[in-house]
DNA sequence: AAAGCGAATTTGTATATACAAGTTATAATT
DNA sequence: AATTATAACTTGTATATACAAATTCGCTTT
């Protein structure tokens, strides 16, 4: 069975952005929905607060849910997206180059940083991306082979992450990113095409599963000028 | 009357981050809580959803919450923070310099950034962060003056948001942040102690109310070395 | 000892009701 | 005409129930 409230979030959000509300920049109240989607006004509600929590509406009481029209087209960037997914949304002509791609050992450094034994095997995979022939992006993963097992050229030139969520059925669930400004490496200067920058950012992540496990490492080091993330963030009152 | 599931959840995050259930690294299950705190499950549920909004849980269907544990204690900078917040958390000796505190007319720039009218009037608010000793941030803060008639020095030196909420009852409730990495301006030379770097971080924010009217536009210049921020993500299946 | 089955436990979804609290529009009063 | 009070509408909170789906654990069987 099919989650309702989610089919109904998804159905208001491709409403939105078609601005089928436009005049009044006011989504029907929730007694109108539970009419429209002929369901109870809690399972309106679940929907309604996904559409809150990812910044598409601001529900005001008394008066209901005002659509955020913040031109979210630009680069929403929150939650964890795979480089393939992002430039096929924005519509980049991109492009992956496999530069490394095997098991390695952990070192003292990569315990630490995916929590496993020291000398346990771990897939490498180093990717240079290309966008509009500029090699400006440097990703480096690092998966605990424990939950992959086989990795070859042509998963690591397409998607990862489509082969690890469809083929392997892994549940990709949160993660801890930190973003930083560092000084560009040895390695850094000599794969992408820095034009004399002398700084790269550099967003570290860890990434776990759905039982909380973790499973990757990724260091993704971008060239400065073609770096941009957005983000909505709601005030937590203390 | 005080909300309960509110309640329930900071009591919870308490306990979390004092180790409380350490052992286990679970929290207890929901009928449990729904008896330690005498209250109905779906109470319970709420509190626990905030927690896993927040970072704090894994939810695993059949098995039960667990906690956690990636040294949250770092940098928790997601949602809408002020600096005076922010260092206080982190223990910084911090020190604000006001460098400009004037009404101005909103420009063809501003008429888009704040989306009021030509010639409105506009508070220009322009700070300098230092900490221990180095001025590291450059905040450049616009406020639509409808919503902010008053403003003094000792305001802006203290704490803005204090203000906006404690006396003005403004209720902040969400931003809309873009990080960018950009070559220093005049001013950021002459007013931050940029040590020979060639970028800053600016983080260009539109801060909103309740009612979804925009009242602030705000940028944040940050010497790279300085800067650091942390996030947590949420994979969203499309 | 190992495998398999089933019951108990635990979270997820859907629905229903009652009342509280804020907003808006209408009607009544001054 | 302006103000005030009332009613209608809308979202927020709390509680209850029923069933689905995943995990865990103990028991039985092999």
Redesign the pocket.
């Known amino acids: ?7 109904i979030y998804q159905d208001l959000v491709k409403k939105i952005e078609v601005n089928h509300w436009a005049e009044s920049s ?9 009419e429209m ?10 929907a ?2 996904l559409l ?1 929590q990812d910044g598409y509406i601001q ?7 005002v659509i955020i029209d913040v031109n979210k087209f630009d680069f929403p960037v929150s939650g964890i997206v795979s480089f393939k997914e992002l430039t096929g949304k924005l519509n980049l002509k991109a492009n992956t180059i496999l530069h490394e791609l095997a098991i390695i050992e952990a070192d003292q450094d990569l315990t630490s940083k995916l929590k496993i034994r020291l000398h346990e095997p771990i897939w490498k995979v180093c990717r240079v991306r290309e966008i509009s022939g500029e090699k400006v992006i440097l990703d480096k993963d690092y998966f605990n082979k424990k939950f992959v097992p086989a990795l070859t050229k042509e998963i690591c030139e397409d998607s990862i992450y489509n082969y690890l969520e469809n083929e392997l059925k892994l549940n990709i669930s949160f993660a801890r990113k930190e973003f930083t400004v560092e000084d560009p490496t040895r390695e850094d200067r000599q794969l992408l095409d820095l034009e004399g920058y002398s700084n790269v950012v550099v967003i570290k992540s860890m990434v776990f599963l ?2 909380t496990s973790l499973f990757q490492y990724t260091e993704s080091r971008h060239r400065p000028d073609k770096f941009k993330f957005v983000d909505f963030a709601r005030r937590v009152k203390s």
Do not use: H, W
């Open positions: 069975m099919q989650k309702k409230y989610l089919t006011m989504l029907p109240s929730e007694y109108e929905l539970t989607y002929a369901t109870s006004r809690e399972t309106i509600r679940k309604l607060n809150a529900k005001v009481r008394g008066k209901g849910s759905d039982d």
